[in-house]
């Protein structure tokens, strides 16, 4: 170490020293600038940016070398062989180029010790064929110690360069390895001069033809100052391109329609765009770099800011100083505009402020709010308007289809029977009708549910042929229901949704049908059942299949077509078919008849481990009870009383809630038949009284069946709630009166009797 500070001081000039250090310096750092670039280019520029590296290592590396040999000073006249001397260059500008480009064709960390290896390799071979150009009267004795430690410190430097670049980020990244590289090439220059030693021969003759020391200056001269160009070059290159960066990142900025702000650690304001200098302008505020944040919101706020939240309330600005996430925001200007506000901090300690102009959302807001406010409305106003249609339309109607079922039990005359038929008919027909737009209103307000129950799948199918047999014997058409082995058995589905799709199926089968048969058929594959109805009708063509499933559609819509209808039946079967799950869907030809298949999962309920016994009800005979009838018609109590009285059944009629109340405590009753809608009390208050006072009288609870025109789903569940056992729409017929009053009174009767209430003696 001795030796070669006696070298660097003693036997150099300093000057010269220094400035082939700086020059060393600038050629490292241009060289790792531009392979910096070299690792972020693709193609044709990577291999120029790559040669570009390479020239302006090897170069500065030559151009350290000789402006260090012009500082050594021997006592012997020196010049240089210039073959050999513009060979050492080329060495160093191919030797160094490979070295900086390994690491960038193969991005590795082993290749990237290579390339520094191969780097510091090339600087010894580059400085001892500069040496080896020399020519002076003397021979040159070599230190092998020294030749070897400076082959070393040269690979050495090269290594750790290279293995730094690939740990340093950010806009210095260059400096680091730069640095390095400059020491291993310092030391390896000083270290190998350590190791020459000049012993002086006379008798040898300097050649004619060499290259003086002011030749060399020269060289080096040119060669210093075409790597000061480039690293002029690399250090413009730089600003521009941030220049460039800065003018992208302004555009970008400007395209947000939201403005953005930010700030420094201080909280002075450095960028913004040009939305967040209008929002600020138009409250008379502008816009300056270096401005504190604290003194923009205290103008913003003095322009009527942050004044008035969403709620009404006021409220102050945000305060700078909050650390983190300052938060959201917003708040209304004095021209009736909202903004939300939106501070973040920066990981340097800065901030960021976003101002985002929300009026329009508020009033979309605002605005989606009042339209669902008004649906809301209209749909509660479409329910009240149904319940009422229903209510009134059905209360008549009860009136009249009762009636006429009392009259076909009693003597009548072949004409009458014929009137009656057709009143019962055409009261058929318009119950009907109010009971599918009822359930459409249901459909479309989403509330129609399914309530599945354990059902003999071939009894269902086999009940519906049942209620149509008479439809199809007055035809002359043959209704055969065809229930496969595989198919029968106990499932879980809503018995009543089922029903009334395969009812409206058969029933439509049967109208569209002069002569053949109408099948409904199911078959089962696996979990799921196929349900098929076929007739041998007139069928229809495409153009009509396309639309059979709309609303209000009809086959034949002309003034003298032969069916009537409004076209509600398939709409209705098809929501209702895919509310359980499946899709209806149809086949016809004209002349051909027509076929409608739907497919649900209906999977085989598990078989009891033990046959269930049925229970036998000791029930007393229909006709030995007493029934009470509370409701506040008129029409609709001589109804029930009629159908009451024709089956040999007593009963009491009360005209309101609080009178069937009282009755109902003052005589003995084994049933009640309960309106909803009357005066004083309704048929709702009246159940739930009569069963706090069963329950207070420790008495056995009497069944009470709604029979009412409100039939929604809502009134049935109001009615179960209150405790009624169950509901009966209006009109009714004198079949379901008594049939409901059977079912319940029967399974009243089984129901275990309550124990009397206590007797306390004082």
């Not at 070398?65 to 021997?74: D, E, R, S, T, V």
């Not at 900025?253 to 930010?262: E, K, Q």
């Not at 079912?743 to 209430?757: E, F, G």
Request: hydrophobic residues 50%.
């Amino acid at each position: 170490m001795f030796a070669v500070l006696t070298c660097i001081f003693v036997q150099h000039d300093l000057r010269l020293v220094a400035v082939a250090a700086l020059i060393c310096v600038i050629a490292s750092s241009t060289a790792f600038g531009f392979h910096l670039r070299s690792l972020k280019a693709q193609g044709g520029l990577r291999g120029a940016w790559l040669g570009l590296t390479g020239l302006v290592a090897g170069c500065g590396v030559w151009a350290t070398h000789f402006l260090a040999m012009l500082a050594y000073q021997p006592t012997l006249r020196i010049g240089y062989d210039l073959a050999g001397t513009a060979a050492s260059l080329a060495v160093a500008v191919v030797g160094m180029g490979l070295g900086f480009a390994l690491p960038v064709w193969r991005r590795h960390r082993d290749t990237a010790l290579i390339g520094g290896a191969l780097t510091g390799a090339s600087v010894a071979v580059m400085h001892y064929m500069g040496i080896a150009a020399i020519r002076t009267q003397a021979d040159v004795l070599w230190d092998l110690r020294y030749v070897v430690a400076s082959v070393l410190i040269g690979a050495a430097g090269g290594m750790a360069a290279f293995s730094m670049r690939d740990r340093i980020k950010g806009t210095w990244a260059w400096a680091p390895p730069a640095g390095l590289l400059v020491l291993g090439i310092v030391g390896l220059h000083f270290t190998a001069m350590t190791a020459v030693t000049l012993v002086p021969d006379p008798t040898l003759a300097m050649p004619a033809q060499v290259m003086g020391r002011g030749g060399l200056a020269l060289a080096t001269g040119a060669l210093a100052t075409f790597i000061l160009t480039a690293a002029a070059s690399l250090m413009l290159m730089e600003r521009l391109g941030q220049r460039n960066t800065f003018v992208s990142l302004r555009h970008a900025l400007n395209a947000v329609p939201a403005g953005l702000a930010f700030f420094d650690p201080a909280e002075r304001l450095q960028v913004w765009n040009e939305a967040y200098a209008g929002l600020l302008a138009r409250s008379g505020i502008e816009v300056e770099a270096g401005l504190p944040r604290r003194s923009l919101l205290g103008a913003a706020a003095a322009a009527g800011w942050f004044g008035r939240t969403e709620d009404g309330e006021t409220q102050g600005a945000p305060e700078p100083e909050t650390n983190a996430q300052i938060g959201v925001s917003e708040f209304r200007l004095p021209d009736g505009r909202w903004l939300r506000h939106e501070a973040f901090r920066t990981h340097d300690g800065g901030g960021v402020m976003v101002l985002t102009d929300v009026t329009e959302q508020k009033e979309g807001a605002a605005a989606m709010a009042a339209a669902r406010d008004a649906a809301e409305a209209a749909n509660r106003a479409k329910s009240e308007f149904l319940a009422n249609m229903s209510h009134e339309i059905r209360t008549p109607l009860n009136g009249v289809l009762g009636i006429a079922d009392v009259l076909t039990g009693t003597r009548l005359s072949a004409k009458q029977r014929e009137l009656v038929g057709v009143i019962r008919q055409s009261g058929g027909l318009l119950n009907g009708l109010l009971s599918d737009l009822l359930d459409l209103a249901q459909v479309e307000s989403g509330v129609v549910e399914l309530r599945p129950e354990p059902v003999r799948l071939d009894a269902l199918v086999d009940s519906v042929r049942a209620l149509f047999a008479g439809a199809a014997h007055e035809k002359g058409l043959a209704l055969i229901a065809a229930v496969e082995p595989a198919a029968e058995g106990v499932v879980d589905c809503d018995p009543q949704r089922l029903r009334q799709v395969l009812g409206n199926l058969v029933s439509n089968a049967i109208k569209f049908t002069e002569t053949g048969e109408v099948v409904l058929r199911a078959a089962r594959t696996g979990d799921r059942v196929r349900f098929e109805v076929r007739d041998s009708g007139a069928g229809f063509d495409a153009a009509l299949k396309a639309t059979i499933f709309q609303r209000f559609r009809q086959g034949d819509s002309s003034a003298t077509r032969k069916h009537g209808g409004v076209g509600l039946g398939l709409p209705l079967c098809d929501e209702y078919v895919r509310l359980m799950g499946g899709e209806l869907t149809c086949d016809s030809r004209p002349g051909e008849g027509s076929v409608f298949r739907f497919t649900l999962d209906l999977p085989l309920r598990a078989a009891p481990s033990a046959p269930v016994a049925a229970a036998v009800l000791a029930a007393p005979a229909v006709g030995a009870c007493k029934v009470l009838v509370v409701d506040d018609n008129p029409v609709n109590r001589q109804v029930m009383e009629l159908i009451l009285g024709s089956a040999g059944i007593a009963h009491v009629s009360a005209q309101d809630g609080r009178e069937g109340v009282e009755a109902m405590k003052a005589g003995d009753f084994d049933a009640v038949l309960m309106d909803i809608q009357m005066p004083v009390m309704d048929g709702l208050e009246a159940t739930r009284r009569i069963r706090d006072w069963e329950r207070a009288t420790r008495r056995r609870p009497s069944p009470i069946l709604i029979v009412s025109a409100n039939c929604l789903k809502e009134h049935v569940e109001a009615g179960r709630a209150a405790g009624a056992d169950g509901h009966l729409n209006k009109p009714i017929s004198a079949a379901e009166l008594l049939t409901a009053l059977e079912t319940h009174m029967s399974a009243a009767q089984s129901a275990p009797a309550l124990a009397p209430p206590l007797r306390h003696a004082y």
